[in-house]
């Protein structure tokens, strides 16, 4: 009932799920096929399942649970997105002028998804693409030097979550009582401290770089150049520093040691990903498979509407 090709030819990139007849529906079409679906994905890392008839949000969290039965509870969150059904939520909602830089899932955290999977109902007028890059292809990039220093010193993610600047705590953990917040941390080694009425500063160190379970090989795994604050670009950043000092800003990233990582290490990191970037349009009705250990993603800017789910699958230590 499937037909696999490759999307796009001598390079690295999703392979085409399509129907071998007509336009059937995707849950129906998947179902008889979900093991080899499941095999083609973790060998590829990417699948792209076009040319069913486009999925509505409730079909797209049927495909989620017929993918997986294992959902990734989006906690101690990193990017505004509202959530539609219990296992569908939308694509993160940044400003439509900015892009969001290529990253790997909740690698700031010690537990990820190993499984996402994003729908586009609605592609944008212009631009809104959701490109991606193979982390074996990143990795290489950034060379053995700079991923022994993140495998052995590993990263730091500090946060302050002022009021009405970035996502606000109580967005983050989902909860608006302090106590649960303060349980979340002490269940997840995040140090947390009130330091005044309502301004919480966290910290907490993870994974420089990972293990793919299934294949062993080593990947850049942390979202350090996210995080760091010269991720804002030098003016904006020169601004967050003179408004709160180094010792306060709402996010930042440092070595596991305390070290400061330096520009020059993180424009390698970020030059990797950028070298690494594959790119495609939406069309309605696509949906893309990633294994989060494999792939990453990130957003383009766009003009007019534009409507992209997320489904976080299969909860990996």
Known sequence: MLKFRMLLEDTEGPMLVEPAFGCPALVESIKPSIAVVKERLTEHGALLLRGFRAPDVAEFD???????????????????????????MTATSYPRQLEIPLHSENA????????????????????????????????????????????????????????NVDLPWQTVFQTDRPE???????????????????????????????????????VFFNQAHLFHVSSLGERRA??????????????????????????????????????????????????LVLDNMQYCHGRSSFEGARCVFAALMDPYP
Not at 75 to 87: D, F, G, I, K, M
Not at 188 to 217: E, M
Request: aromatic share 10%; hydrophobic share 35%.
């Open 62 to 88: 049927t495909f989620a649970t017929t993918l997986s039965n294992h959902q990734y509870p989006y906690l101690h969150r990193s990017t505004p997105r509202e959530q539609v059904t219990s296992n569908v």
């Open 108 to 163: 700031y955290l010690r537990q990820w998804p190993l499984t996402i999977a994003f729908c586009c109902t609605k592609p944008a007028d212009r631009g809104g693409e959701t490109p991606i890059a193979s982390l074996r292809a990143v990795t290489a990039r950034i060379g053995v030097a700079l991923m022994d220093k993140f495998e052995s010193l590993q990263v730091e993610y500090i946060r302050h979550y002022h009021e």
């Open 180 to 218: 649960q917040v303060e349980q979340y941390c002490r269940d997840n080694d995040v140090h947390c401290a009130w330091l005044q009425p309502n301004l919480l500063r966290t910290s907490h160190i993870a994974q420089g770089v990972a293990y793919h379970p299934y294949k062993r090989n080593r």
């Open 238 to 287: 020169e601004a967050l520093e003179k408004m709160f000092g180094m010792d306060r800003l709402p996010r930042h990233a440092r070595f596991g040691d305390g070290s400061e990582i330096q520009l020059a290490e993180l424009e390698q990191v970020r030059r990797a990903f950028l070298d690494s970037r594959i790119s495609f349009p939406w069309r309605a009705g696509d949906v």
